[in-house]
Nanobody, 122 residues
Framework: QVQLVESGGGLVRAGGSLRLSCAASGITFSRNHMAWYRQAPGKQRDVVAGITYDSTTNYADSVKGRFTISRDNAKNTVYLQMNSLKPEDTAVYYC????????????????WGQGTQVTVSS
């Protein structure tokens, strides 16, 4: 059974930082491309950052220079370090995994996590 379990969300003031984690099980993690998405109330789910199986990264323009995606294949975990948070970063953040990079970063991954809430107060 495949599981992607996100953690690390919470309430933070603008300018603060959070680190999200996504622990994977039931997949060969080192062979999967990974991504973080977010969905604010009333909006579509958008990709925030992606990382290939060999750690090439890409970011949405809105988070470049503030967020960092990384992975630890020994721990089957992908991270999202979020700095200089803004109220507009408030959303549910989802982890995604898959064998096709294109599908992972275009909203059709093989697997989704359940999401973790991030709230940034002004």
């Amino acid at each position: 059974q495949v599981q992607l379990v996100e953690s690390g969300g919470g309430l933070v003031r603008a300018g603060g930082s959070l680190r999200l984690s996504c622990a994977a099980s039931g997949i060969t993690f080192s062979r999967n491309h990974m991504a973080w998405y977010r969905q604010a109330p009333g909006k579509q789910r958008d990709v925030v950052a992606g990382i290939t199986y060999d750690s090439t990264t890409n970011y949405a323009d809105s988070v470049k220079g503030r967020f960092t995606i990384s992975r630890d294949n020994a721990k089957n975990t992908v991270y999202l370090q979020m700095n200089s948070l803004k109220p507009e970063d408030t959303a549910v953040y989802y982890c995604a995994a898959g064998s096709s990079l294109l599908r992972v970063v275009t909203g059709s991954p093989d697997y989704w996590g359940q999401g973790t809430q991030v709230t940034v107060s002004s």
